[in-house]
């Protein structure tokens, strides 16, 4: 935890641990949360989504993602006060009691559900499967190697409400492109598990990294290869123009450069790796609205 970030400098001290603990002073989540979403959104929109939309999903992205870190330290405070880059989390180092963290978290569900009123209904009914993977997710390390994609799913949930709440359909390039992204996120958050995969095992805990092992490198070439190819075939699907192809090349270019860096035997430098998927969502916006508005 800084002493000297965004929360400590503005906030008052009270409100300090709360934010930390839906992670308020780490937004890289948050934006692997949104910009998918915002691209599903410009996709459904064939072109550019309304105000209205861009400010419910980016709300939404924001509060499910702090809910899910929420429940994330209430499951883990037994663990994380023995691991260094987690042992001054507010619950586990006594900053928050688990009586308030519950409150917290119930009170950020209920904010969220108030968004519930501004999409369809066939939106709100998605909504609601969402909740149960979003709490589960942190039990899931307990007993599978696959915690990850569970994460993957609940993390881009928002692209397929951005389908329904658009147009009232889910259609097959939506849903492969909420899988392609799936399978990206499994990717990206293997590398950032091989950077904990000692404390990991210490704790008894699962992921996707323990699972890879020392074919970390073709396992997640193959998770970005096949994620390149369901945004591609997603965007012929779609109709989308030439721009659309060019900046999945680009995609396709950064996962290759991705890849290339890797290394199993150096996890800590995976951390610029993993941060560096922001860029990635960005494209994906960038092709989205490219494919869409952009003649030739």
């Given at each position: 935890?800084?002493?000297?970030?965004?929360v400590a400098r503005w906030l008052p001290a009270s409100w300090g641990p709360y934010a930390r603990l839906c992670r308020l002073d780490r937004p890289v989540?948050?934006?692997?949360?949104?910009?998918?979403?915002?691209?599903?959104?410009?996709?459904?929109?064939?072109?550019?989504?309304?105000?209205?939309?861009?400010?419910?999903?980016?709300?939404?992205?924001?509060?499910?993602?702090?809910?899910?870190?929420?429940f994330n330290d209430i499951f883990d405070r037994n663990f994380d006060h023995r691991v260094e880059r987690t042992r001054f989390r507010p619950l586990t180092?006594?900053?928050?009691?688990?009586?308030?963290?519950?409150?917290?978290?119930?009170?950020?569900?209920?904010?969220?559900?108030?968004?519930?009123?501004?999409?369809?209904?066939?939106?709100?009914?998605?909504?609601?499967?969402?909740?149960?993977?979003?709490?589960?997710?942190?039990?899931?390390?307990?007993?599978?190697?696959?915690?990850?994609?569970?994460?993957?799913?609940?993390?881009?949930?928002?692209?397929?409400?951005?389908?329904?709440?658009?147009?009232?359909?889910?259609?097959?390039?939506?849903?492969?492109?909420?899988?392609?992204?799936?399978?990206?996120?499994?990717?990206?958050?293997?590398?950032?598990?091989?950077?904990?995969?000692?404390?990991?095992?210490?704790?008894?805990?699962?992921?996707?990294?323990?699972?890879?092992?020392?074919?970390?490198?073709?396992?997640?070439?193959?998770?970005?290869?096949?994620?390149?190819?369901?945004?591609?075939?997603?965007?012929?699907?779609?109709?989308?123009?030439?721009?659309?192809?060019?900046?999945?090349?680009?995609?396709?270019?950064?996962?290759?450069?991705?890849?290339?860096?890797?290394?199993?035997?150096?996890?800590?430098?995976?951390?610029?790796?993993?941060?560096?998927?922001?860029?990635?969502?960005?494209?994906?916006?960038?092709?989205?609205?490219?494919?869409?508005?952009?003649?030739?």
């Open positions: 935890m800084r002493s000297d970030d965004w989540g948050t934006w692997l949360t949104l910009l998918p979403a915002l691209a599903a959104l410009a996709q459904a929109a064939d072109g550019w989504p309304t105000l209205w939309r861009l400010v419910i999903f980016s709300l939404g992205a924001l509060l499910m993602r702090g809910v899910g870190c929420t180092s006594g900053q928050l009691t688990l009586r308030a963290a519950l409150w917290f978290a119930l009170a950020q569900i209920l904010v969220t559900a108030m968004l519930l009123l501004a999409i369809n209904a066939y939106s709100r009914w998605l909504a609601l499967v969402l909740v149960p993977l979003v709490v589960i997710y942190p039990l899931c390390k307990r007993f599978t190697y696959w915690p990850q994609a569970v994460l993957g799913m609940a993390f881009n949930w928002g692209m397929l409400m951005a389908w329904t709440d658009t147009r009232d359909i889910l259609p097959w390039y939506g849903l492969a492109m909420w899988v392609g992204a799936v399978l990206w996120q499994i990717g990206y958050d293997a590398i950032y598990a091989y950077i904990d995969m000692r404390d990991d095992r210490m704790l008894g805990l699962k992921s996707v990294a323990m699972r890879f092992g020392d074919q970390g490198k073709a396992w997640i070439g193959g998770m970005y290869a096949a994620t390149a190819v369901l945004w591609t075939v997603s965007g012929w699907g779609m109709g989308m123009r030439w721009p659309y192809y060019v900046v999945m090349a680009v995609i396709a270019g950064h996962f290759v450069w991705q890849v290339r860096l890797f290394d199993v035997r150096y996890p800590e430098r995976g951390l610029r790796l993993f941060r560096s998927n922001m860029q990635v969502g960005v494209l994906l916006i960038v092709a989205a609205l490219a494919g869409t508005t952009l003649y030739g």
